[in-house]
């Protein structure tokens, strides 16, 4: 089975409001798979349709060989979902929720409690498993439902938002076992607002814009297909103004950040040559100078139109 | 392999059961709402009509207790999870929607037949005897296991607010009580008063109840508990059904 997750004509519609619109992909196993989107784009209702939370009225999921529809239990057996909102039981402690959570994926409790026990440890909960998870932060309750998402040693691994809103301490946990995960052969489906995240975790990403799959590859795949969005960024031994740079030609945009200028170009080399031209007749002196390949962030800016 | 899958579902089902013990069952408004606020009818009622017999007035305060214990819950569980998305945890787990049923039913289902030991020890304090132990027993299990099926009938609307559930429950769980023959005895119904009590699962409880302690029942044994495996399969394949249909509108 190449595939672990496999995507055909996927669709749902509320209140004649097309949330996700025949969409078709496919994630490989073991690769990190990211799911861009902006807000209203399709991504939630797409994790929650892959996850057999809610049903479409178009299309077929198939997860783990299984379709999620037809055969639900089989297909949810060995996969886990991290949503955005923490939505373990406050009024269990965090050990309850792990053993609960045990219970329904029918693991011996002794497994279990093993388990439970090195998961709560990884992720610094084991001090307070016995405490109340309505007294826990934001960080740990996420933390905690990392843990019980993985109870089950699943094989494929949806995260929703997993760092969103998180301190950096948790933040930097999460995405530490996020990257062991494929060396444990686990395949990861990322649906995230943070492009650096994205750029840097992700083999493939999917960029979805009103239900639509706008655009599918590796990420520096897609920052090639926008080359035109190239920039420079060059800074001179004395200060000049920006409107003494906009006669130069193949210059889109410039911007100036401290000392320095970010300018947007069509044709990178034409304006290198331009602008050495302009430092030596003004007589000026190249403190720096650097081509600049768009980020994953510009070409999601660029293919949904979002600012 | 499908008696295994049965068998792994049904322990999946007691998970459910002791996370609903756990959360919902062990605090004081069941214990009030199961057991006080009959307890309160029947001593209205007792103050009030001294020509009913002790017996019928206890065995009317059992029925009310175990129907309100395991309807007071049950009801909630689902609009509840939901609006706080621990429901969206249970649903993507490999659980089916009967197991999820089935395991709110067992808590409900037991905390129905516990508090049910409070009116009968009241009843025993009060001087009535228990004839047929064991037939009481049947009697308690089986009518546990049909109103918790029955509160979970009333939580299948699709509203995310416990108090709109509620309001439906009250609203069907009150007039009930008083068709059923619990305060006023059957024999002295008028016909279409009968008739209306014959539709209530809680007259047969009653009536069976009533039998085990001494007192004349107004139906025959047999017919009380086919009554209650009647009402109790209905109930609880149209819970499972009605969730079915509408647990995703909550989501």
Same mark, same amino acid.
């Given at each position: 089975?190449?595939?672990?997750?496999?995507?055909?004509?996927?669709? #749902?519609?509320?209140?004649?409001?097309?949330?996700?619109d025949?969409i078709?992909?496919?994630v490989?196993?073991?690769?990190?798979?990211?799911?861009?989107?902006?807000?209203?784009?399709?991504?939630?209702?797409?994790?929650?349709?892959?996850?057999?939370?809610?049903?479409?009225?178009?299309?077929?999921?198939?997860?783990?060989?299984?379709?999620?529809?037809?055969?639900?239990?089989?297909? #949810?057996?060995?996969?886990?979902?991290?949503?955005?909102?923490?939505?373990?039981?406050?009024?269990?402690?965090?050990?309850?929720?792990?053993?609960?959570?045990?219970?329904?994926?029918?693991?011996?409790?002794?497994?279990? $409690?093993?388990?439970?026990?090195?998961? &709560?440890?990884?992720? @610094?909960?084991?001090?307070?498993?016995?405490?109340?998870?309505?007294?826990?932060?934001?960080?740990?309750?996420?933390? !905690?439902i !990392?843990?019980?998402?993985?109870?089950?040693?699943?094989?494929?691994?949806?995260?929703?938002?997993?760092? @969103?809103?998180?301190?950096?301490?948790?933040s930097?946990?999460?995405? $530490?076992?996020?990257?062991?995960?494929?060396? *444990?052969?686990?395949?990861?489906?990322?649906?995230?607002?943070?492009m650096?995240?994205?750029?840097?975790?992700?083999?493939?990403?999917?960029?979805?814009?009103?239900? #639509?799959?706008?655009?599918?590859?590796?990420?520096?795949?897609?920052?090639?297909?926008?080359?035109? !969005?190239?920039?420079? $960024?060059?800074?001179?031994?004395s200060?000049?103004?920006? *409107?003494?740079?906009?006669?130069?030609?193949?210059?889109?945009?410039?911007?100036?950040?401290?000392?320095?200028?970010?300018?947007?170009?069509d044709?990178v080399?034409? !304006?290198?040559h331009?602008?050495?031209?302009?430092?030596?007749s003004?007589? &000026?002196?190249?403190?720096?100078?650097?081509?600049m390949?768009p980020?994953?962030?510009?070409?999601?800016? #660029?293919?949904t139109?979002?600012? | 392999?499908? =008696?295994?899958?049965?068998?792994?579902?049904?322990?999946?089902?007691?998970?459910?059961?002791?996370?609903?013990?756990?959360?919902?069952?062990l605090?004081?408004?069941?214990?009030?709402?199961?057991?006080?606020?009959?307890l %309160?009818?029947?001593?209205?009622?007792?103050?009030g009509?001294?020509?009913?017999?002790?017996? %019928?007035? =206890?065995?009317?305060?059992?029925?009310?207790?175990?129907?309100?214990?395991a309807?007071?819950?049950?009801? /909630?569980?689902?609009?509840?999870?939901?609006?706080?998305?621990?429901?969206?945890?249970?649903?993507?787990?490999p659980?089916?929607?009967?197991?999820?049923?089935?395991?709110?039913?067992?808590?409900s289902?037991?905390?129905?037949?516990?508090?049910?030991?409070?009116?009968?020890a009241?009843?025993?304090?009060?001087?009535?005897?228990?004839?047929?132990p064991?037939?009481?027993?049947?009697?308690?299990?089986?009518?546990?296991?049909? %109103?918790?099926?029955?509160?979970?009938?009333?939580s299948?609307?699709?509203?995310?607010?416990?108090?709109?559930?509620?309001?439906?429950?009250?609203?069907?769980?009150?007039?009930?009580?008083? /068709?059923?023959?619990?305060? /006023?005895?059957?024999?002295?119904?008028?016909?279409?008063?009968?008739?209306?009590?014959?539709?209530?699962?809680?007259?047969?409880?009653?009536?069976?109840?009533?039998?085990?302690?001494?007192?004349?029942?107004?139906?025959?044994?047999?017919?009380?508990?086919?009554?209650?495996?009647?009402?109790?399969?209905?109930?609880?394949?149209?819970?499972?059904?009605?969730?079915?249909?509408?647990?995703?509108?909550?989501?």
């Amino acid at each position: 089975m190449d595939h672990v997750v496999e995507v055909q004509n996927l669709t #749902k519609i509320y209140n004649k409001l097309v949330a996700v619109d025949h969409i078709n992909f496919e994630v490989k196993k073991g690769e990190i798979f990211g799911f861009l989107g902006p807000n209203g784009a399709g991504k939630t209702t797409t994790v929650r349709m892959l996850t057999g939370i809610i049903k479409p009225i178009e299309g077929h999921a198939i997860i783990l060989g299984h379709d999620i529809q037809k055969e639900p239990l089989k297909a #949810k057996q060995n996969i886990c979902v991290v949503p955005e909102t923490s939505n373990a039981y406050v009024d269990l402690s965090a050990w309850q929720n792990m053993m609960l959570m045990a219970e329904l994926y029918g693991i011996p409790k002794k497994e279990a $409690e093993a388990r439970a026990e090195d998961l &709560l440890r990884r992720l @610094s909960l084991y001090q307070r498993k016995n405490s109340k998870v309505k007294g826990f932060s934001k960080g740990m309750k996420q933390r !905690l439902i !990392l843990c019980m998402a993985l109870i089950n040693d699943p094989v494929l691994v949806f995260l929703d938002e997993p760092t @969103s809103g998180l301190d950096v301490q948790s933040s930097r946990m999460i995405r $530490e076992i996020l990257l062991e995960f494929p060396k *444990e052969g686990k395949t990861i489906f990322l649906t995230t607002h943070n492009m650096d995240e994205a750029s840097h975790l992700c083999d493939r990403v999917a960029i979805i814009n009103h239900g #639509k799959i706008a655009a599918i590859d590796r990420p520096a795949t897609l920052k090639n297909t926008i080359k035109k !969005l190239n920039s420079i $960024e060059i800074s001179f031994d004395s200060a000049i103004k920006a *409107e003494n740079l906009s006669e130069i030609p193949h210059i889109i945009e410039i911007r100036k950040e401290g000392d320095k200028f970010i300018i947007s170009t069509d044709d990178v080399d034409d !304006l290198i040559h331009s602008l050495t031209d302009f430092a030596e007749s003004q007589k &000026l002196k190249i403190i720096s100078l650097n081509t600049m390949a768009p980020s994953l962030e510009e070409v999601f800016v #660029k293919l949904t139109g979002e600012v | 392999m499908r =008696i295994f899958q049965f068998l792994d579902q049904l322990k999946r089902s007691l998970g459910i059961m002791k996370k609903d013990i756990r959360i919902y069952y062990l605090k004081g408004p069941v214990v009030i709402f199961g057991f006080l606020m009959p307890l %309160f009818l029947f001593l209205a009622f007792f103050i009030g009509s001294r020509n009913l017999s002790i017996e %019928f007035l =206890i065995s009317g305060l059992i029925g009310m207790t175990v129907f309100f214990t395991a309807t007071a819950v049950s009801p /909630i569980i689902a609009p509840w999870e939901a609006q706080v998305q621990t429901l969206e945890r249970l649903i993507s787990c490999p659980i089916s929607i009967t197991t999820l049923i089935f395991g709110d039913m067992l808590a409900s289902f037991i905390f129905g037949i516990l508090i049910a030991i409070l009116p009968i020890a009241i009843g025993l304090a009060m001087g009535t005897h228990i004839t047929n132990p064991i037939i009481l027993i049947l009697g308690l299990l089986l009518g546990g296991v049909c %109103f918790s099926s029955f509160g979970l009938i009333l939580s299948s609307p699709p509203s995310n607010a416990p108090s709109n559930i509620m309001m439906i429950s009250s609203l069907v769980r009150f007039p009930l009580v008083f /068709i059923s023959g619990i305060f /006023i005895p059957l024999e002295n119904m008028p016909y279409w008063g009968k008739i209306i009590a014959s539709f209530s699962p809680l007259t047969y409880f009653t009536d069976l109840t009533r039998y085990t302690i001494g007192a004349t029942s107004y139906y025959s044994l047999l017919s009380d508990f086919t009554a209650l495996i009647i009402f109790t399969v209905v109930f609880f394949v149209l819970a499972v059904k009605l969730h079915e249909r509408t647990i995703y509108q909550r989501l």
